[in-house]
């Protein structure tokens, strides 16, 4: 089963790299995973029409985290933001080792 971790930011420009990243990191890894970016705006949408199983957000939106929590609960779905520092250096490769261990701390 393909586990979605989807990234949002106030466009999803930016965080569409290091989602990319992450998606190549998977790959490599043969991990059957989806990362995809999406706008913060389109965050109920993106939940009915695509089930992920992990919500992140982008450093720049980092002060919508409880808001974000409040807007998923009735989803089930684990929600993180990716640190700076990763995010800054663009390392795909930790981005998605947290966001693995998100999943996996998770328990609805």
């Known amino acids: ?3 979605k971790i ?3 930011c106030d466009n999803g420009m930016s965080t569409s790299m290091i989602a990319k990243k992450m998606q190549d990191v ?3 890894h ?3 995973i989806e990362v995809k970016a999406f706008p913060i705006r ?3 949408k993106i939940l009915d029409e695509k089930n992920p199983d992990c919500v992140l957000l ?3 939106v980092r002060h919508l985290f409880e808001d974000t929590k409040n807007r998923v609960k009735d989803y089930n779905v684990p929600v993180g933001v990716i640190d700076s520092v990763d995010y800054g250096m663009m390392d795909g490769e930790k981005v998605l080792k947290k966001s693995i261990v998100l999943m996996k ?3 609805g």
Do not use: A, H, T
């Open 1 to 3: 089963m393909v586990k």
């Open 6 to 8: 989807y990234l949002f």
């Open 26 to 28: 998977g790959d490599k």
């Open 30 to 32: 043969k991990l059957s």
């Open 42 to 44: 389109n965050l109920e």
């Open 58 to 60: 982008g450093p720049q």
């Open 105 to 107: 701390k998770y328990k």
